[in-house]
């Protein structure tokens, strides 16, 4: 993949993430960051909570999957959250009724922190995602370093040896992954990852290119991807739905096309309350 086929937003995104990544490389090698995550795993001494299996207990019980993140800012919208205490807002969504927990990690495009992630996962029992931009093995390993239960590979920013290189040390180490696509293409590049028992495909209604959003790319891709069943019938498949989600009537779109996880951040952290907003939302869907 040539940097020209990557959108604007994410080269340069991925631009910075290689200078951040050089810069850690510096402080710790790649050989000792390996060693470190790869004695912890073994110890078994920090289980992963299942990011995955959260998802399908939900499922399993007929309610909607809710990946609720916890976002300060982003680079279209600038300052979301104008209170941001990881922790409280982490509580909430639990309390609330979220399946799992997605926290920015990005320092300098959505104000996120690596601490914001450990705080959130200290003041909850819910799985946590790690969203932030992977490119690089160390990011892996310092990913499950800081308690990651699952990891976001965006599609469109990777090449397929580098995909696939990442995707396997992240299952290898028992972490799950968020396999993010845009567009039919990059989903049948996703659906080419075999690693884990749990393919969690998360479908980005947002157009990177333009920032506009469309929640019939789910729907489209949805289709695509029933039209391909898993060579592994072992195998789960989860699909999320992700940006654009605002209301319950957009959950019922989804929710009636069966695709019934949904990752949802912006929504609940441009409010006072994100863990009510949650709570409300899921209401309504009752009524």
């Given at each position: 993949?040539?940097?020209?086929?990557?959108?604007?937003?994410?080269?340069?995104?991925?631009?910075?993430?290689?200078?951040?990544?050089?810069?850690?490389?510096?402080?710790?090698?790649?050989v000792t960051i390996k060693a470190e995550a790869e004695q912890l795993f073994a110890s078994g001494s920090t289980p992963?909570?299942?990011?995955?299996?959260?998802?399908?207990?939900?499922?399993?019980?007929?309610?909607?999957?809710i990946i609720a993140e916890v976002k300060k800012a982003s680079p279209s919208k600038g300052i979301i959250a104008k209170s941001f205490q990881p922790d409280a807002i982490a509580a909430q969504y639990q309390q609330a009724g979220a399946a799992c927990l997605s926290v920015l990690t990005d320092e300098q495009y959505f104000q996120g922190h690596s601490q914001y992630m450990q705080q959130a996962?200290?003041?909850?029992?819910?799985?946590?995602?790690?969203?932030?931009?992977?490119?690089?093995?160390?990011?892996?390993?310092?990913?499950?370093l800081l308690g990651a239960d699952c990891i976001l590979l965006i599609v469109a920013c990777l090449d397929q040896?580098?995909?696939?290189?990442?995707?396997?040390?992240?299952?290898?180490?028992?972490?799950?992954?968020?396999?993010?696509?845009?567009?039919?293409?990059e989903l049948e590049r996703a659906l080419q990852l075999a690693d884990s028992p749990h393919n969690i495909i998360g479908i980005n209604n947002r157009d990177l290119n333009?920032?506009?959003?469309?929640?019939?790319?789910?729907?489209?891709?949805?289709?695509?991807?029933?039209?391909?069943?898993?060579?592994?019938?072992?195998?789960?498949?989860?699909?999320?739905?992700?940006?654009?989600?605002?209301?319950s009537e957009d959950m019922q779109l989804m929710l009636n096309n069966d695709i019934h996880c949904f990752l949802i951040g912006e929504q609940f952290m441009k409010t006072d309350h994100p863990g009510q907003t949650l709570e409300n939302l899921l209401n309504s869907l009752t009524k």
């Open positions: 993949m040539t940097q020209d086929t990557i959108p604007s937003i994410l080269q340069k995104i991925v631009t910075t993430k290689q200078q951040e990544v050089a810069q850690a490389k510096a402080t710790k090698d790649i992963r909570r299942g990011f995955a299996q959260a998802l399908i207990t939900k499922q399993q019980a007929g309610q909607p999957a996962k200290a003041a909850c029992d819910l799985p946590v995602l790690r969203k932030d931009f992977m490119i690089d093995p160390y990011q892996i390993y310092e990913s499950y040896p580098t995909l696939q290189k990442l995707h396997h040390i992240a299952c290898e180490l028992g972490l799950d992954v968020l396999i993010e696509v845009h567009t039919q293409h333009t920032f506009n959003t469309d929640l019939q790319t789910s729907i489209k891709l949805k289709a695509v991807l029933d039209s391909q069943p898993p060579q592994d019938s072992a195998q789960t498949r989860l699909l999320v739905t992700e940006s654009g989600i605002h209301s």
